[in-house]
């Protein structure tokens, strides 16, 4: 109502809109046009908003691997809609890219697309320390990546937030003899935050089972916590 801006005060619900009343002069006849009107714009304007910070996943995923992703990866991570977590089985070939399709699929959903179904803790267990070392390269590369890509993707201000908390605090590695820097070793001081733990079996599993192999007893409460709520397992090649 051009004359009138009170007459948008109000468009938390259907009811409200229906109660609406101009305070003065309204060239609106009636209030039943008005509310169908301003739900409309709004519906519209929400539509509009949200394509704009919601990237869609190729892109995505070429940004963080530089290749296309194969047909399975997509359906993994749900596509450009995404999709709820659910256990799975993943049986492809070597070499067709199973760390990243479950990696990014995490990434797509829980970081970039906020989606509170998908865990908030990547925990990715294998079974040789070389094979930890390599997956912790390839998703150092991956979140960084991405990262760079926020303004072509485009990315909201809150998924470049969570991007760049993981790119100074992830991946933590979780591995006999191997020390994590002072802004990972305090993953378990931050619960709230997203985090992708890499290791090998006996250290994930000895601190899912509250007796951490390499950390002190005063912690194994705290990894036993994190490690067996709101967290993904991925065990891969075990």
């Given at each position: 109502?051009?004359?009138?801006?009170?007459?948008?005060?109000?468009?938390?619900?259907?009811?409200?809109?229906?109660?609406?009343?101009?305070?003065?002069?309204?060239?609106?006849?009636?209030?039943?046009?008005?509310?169908?009107?301003?739900?409309?714009?709004?519906?519209?304007?929400?539509?509009?908003?949200?394509?704009?910070?919601?990237?869609?996943?190729?892109?995505?995923?070429?940004?963080?691997?530089?290749?296309?992703?194969?047909?399975?990866?997509?359906?993994?991570?749900?596509?450009?809609?995404?999709?709820?977590?659910?256990?799975?089985?993943?049986?492809?070939?070597?070499?067709?890219?199973?760390?990243?399709?479950?990696?990014?699929?995490?990434?797509?959903?829980?970081?970039?697309?906020?989606?509170?179904?998908?865990?908030?803790?990547?925990?990715?267990?294998?079974?040789?320390?070389?094979?930890?070392?390599?997956?912790?390269?390839?998703?150092?590369?991956?979140?960084?990546?991405?990262?760079?890509?926020?303004?072509?993707?485009?990315?909201?201000?809150?998924?470049?937030?969570?991007?760049?908390?993981?790119?100074?605090?992830?991946?933590?590695?979780?591995?006999?003899?191997?020390?994590?820097?002072?802004?990972?070793?305090?993953?378990?001081?931050?619960?709230?935050?997203?985090?992708?733990?890499?290791?090998?079996?006996?250290?994930?599993?000895?601190?899912?089972?509250?007796?951490?192999?390499?950390?002190?007893?005063?912690?194994?409460?705290?990894?036993?916590?994190?490690l067996n709520n709101d967290a993904?397992?991925?065990?891969?090649?075990?």
């Amino acid at each position: 109502c051009p004359s009138n801006p009170s007459c948008f005060c109000a468009i938390d619900s259907v009811a409200s809109l229906a109660s609406i009343r101009p305070a003065g002069p309204c060239p609106v006849a009636t209030p039943q046009p008005l509310s169908v009107s301003i739900l409309i714009a709004t519906s519209i304007f929400t539509a509009a908003v949200a394509e704009v910070f919601m990237p869609s996943f190729k892109p995505f995923f070429e940004g963080a691997t530089g290749k296309a992703p194969y047909d399975y990866q997509a359906r993994l991570a749900g596509g450009d809609d995404g999709v709820r977590c659910e256990s799975q089985l993943i049986s492809i070939p070597t070499g067709l890219g199973k760390t990243a399709a479950v990696v990014l699929a995490w990434l797509w959903n829980r970081v970039v697309r906020g989606d509170d179904s998908w865990p908030r803790r990547l925990v990715y267990c294998l079974p040789m320390r070389a094979l930890v070392e390599q997956t912790r390269d390839e998703v150092t590369k991956w979140i960084a990546n991405v990262l760079k890509s926020a303004d072509s993707l485009p990315l909201s201000t809150e998924a470049r937030e969570r991007l760049e908390w993981l790119v100074a605090h992830s991946p933590i590695i979780l591995m006999g003899g191997e020390e994590n820097d002072p802004a990972r070793r305090v993953w378990d001081i931050h619960p709230e935050r997203p985090a992708i733990l890499i290791g090998t079996q006996d250290m994930l599993l000895s601190r899912a089972l509250n007796r951490g192999y390499g950390v002190g007893r005063a912690r194994w409460p705290m990894h036993f916590g994190l490690l067996n709520n709101d967290a993904l397992w991925v065990l891969d090649d075990t």
